[in-house]
């Protein structure tokens, strides 16, 4: 069984940066497609950021491209998510998820993952 732990989150100001952080266990890390997604109360969980077993292919939501950045660290069985020039539209819940079969592209849907975090929380003031 996978288990995914996210940290990192927090309340910060319009401009300011944070750096979630998943955290893996339960399987072999280093093969699982990671992807970040965040959801508000009474909308549908979104994707932010996607990044490939390798760690050589990422994709991203429109909206976070040129602001956030994913990375892994297959040694430390890590994902992380930079956010930079965090905006209040950014507050949400973050989850990382994790896929564990192969696929054509970096995974961007919920349904393609199969092991999600418990969410942390971050919110950005004016």
């Known amino acids: 069984q996978v288990q995914l732990v996210e940290s990192g989150g927090g309340s910060v100001q319009a401009g300011a940066s944070l750096r979630l952080s998943c955290a893996a266990s339960?399987?072999?890390?280093?093969?699982?497609?990671m992807g970040w997604f965040r959801q508000v109360p009474g909308k549908e969980r979104e994707f932010v950021a996607a990044?490939?077993?390798?760690?050589?292919?990422?994709n991203y939501a429109d909206s976070v491209k040129g602001r956030f950045i994913i990375s892994r660290d297959n040694a430390k069985n890590t994902v992380y998510l930079q956010m930079n020039s965090l905006k209040p539209e950014d507050t949400a819940v973050y989850y990382c998820?994790?896929?564990?079969?192969?696929?054509?592209?970096?995974?961007?849907?919920?349904?393609?993952?199969?092991?999600w975090g418990q969410g942390t929380q971050v919110t950005v003031s004016f």
């Open positions: 990044i490939s077993i390798s760690g050589l292919m990422t």
């Open positions: 339960g399987g072999t890390f280093s093969t699982y497609y």
């Open positions: 998820a994790a896929r564990l079969t192969r696929a054509f592209n970096v995974p961007v849907s919920t349904y393609e993952y199969n092991y």
